[in-house]
């Protein structure tokens, strides 16, 4: 793998196992023989090494910290490779705000940028913190619901599944599979009529529309980009990468395709 700028020049050429998308300047490369089976670390715009490759697994970085792997527990690194948080966990994701999702323990909880609960581990599975909402499910056989940092019930719905939240609004399913959005009380923002959804960014998220395929909407609801791609991605800088065919497309916030790769 390497990268292409905008204009489809070549700027890092192709000879790593994998390549992540470039954050804060940095993104994660792997050596090896394949993606299973290789080294990561992270480099810079020109392909050069700024963390040497020594981890089992890395993540993008997000103010100022990066998620890697080592020995099969995940902690989280600054950008000179420095432990910061030590790995302990199971899986974590990246810090937003302040907070990150971590699971020890075979528990979920959210934790600060020291380490520390503020959500302590005690559920099946959690989203991210938004204005200080967060979905939560118990346990494998419940269902999701909202609640405060304090850990009291907010929403009197429930769901069968809620993801993220981005700007105080998630995609959530209800017992008929059916994919809408809420707000952080729990209650509909955008009616559950697609068979697919994921969080919004940059102001769109991606839908899939009667299981066949995927568009974006606008936090009204409206239909900005049509569904005519068999893949969603996620919007960054402006642009989504996205499946149309037999090749791999970005396009830009209004659907116009910038760059095409064949598969």
């Known amino acids: 793998m390497g990268f292409k700028d905008a204009k489809g020049t ?26 299973i089976n290789s080294l990561y670390g992270y480099i810079n715009t020109k392909g050069e090494w700024v963390i040497k490759p020594g981890y089992n697994g890395a993540g ?11 020995g099969g527990k995940w902690g989280y690194i600054d950008k000179t490779g420095k ?3 030590a790995p302990q966990y199971y899986l974590c994701y ?3 705000n302040g907070r990150a999702q971590a699971c020890k323990d075979n528990k979920w ?8 609960w503020v959500i302590q581990n005690q559920y099946f599975n959690v989203t991210n913190i938004d204005g200080g909402r967060l979905a939560v499910c118990p346990d494998m056989s419940a ?11 907010i929403s009197k719905e429930s769901y069968s599944r809620i993801k993220d939240f981005n700007g105080g609004i998630a995609p959530a399913r209800n017992d008929d599979d059916m994919y809408g959005f809420i ?8 009616k559950p009529v697609y068979t697919g959804a994921e969080p919004f960014s940059e102001g769109l998220a991606p839908v899939e529309v009667d299981n066949h395929a995927w568009g974006f909407i606008d936090r009204s609801g409206k239909m900005v980009i049509p569904a005519d791609f068999s893949s969603y991605g996620k919007f960054i800088n402006g642009y989504a990468m996205v499946e149309q065919g037999s090749q791999y497309v970005y396009i830009d916030r209004k659907g116009e395709i910038i760059l095409r790769f064949n598969k």
């Open 10 to 35: 070549l700027i890092v050429r192709p000879k790593f196992a994998f390549l992540d998308d470039f954050s804060e300047g940095l993104a994660a490369a792997g050596i090896g023989v394949n993606v």
């Open 60 to 70: 993008m970085f997000s103010e100022g910290l990066a998620r890697v792997n080592q």
């Open 83 to 85: 432990w910061v948080i």
């Open 94 to 96: 990246d810090f937003i």
């Open 109 to 116: 909880g959210i934790i600060d940028k020291t380490g520390k």
């Open 143 to 153: 269902k999701w619901y909202v609640i405060d940092t304090l850990g009291k019930r």
């Open 183 to 190: 707000a952080t009380d729990g209650h509909y923002l955008i």
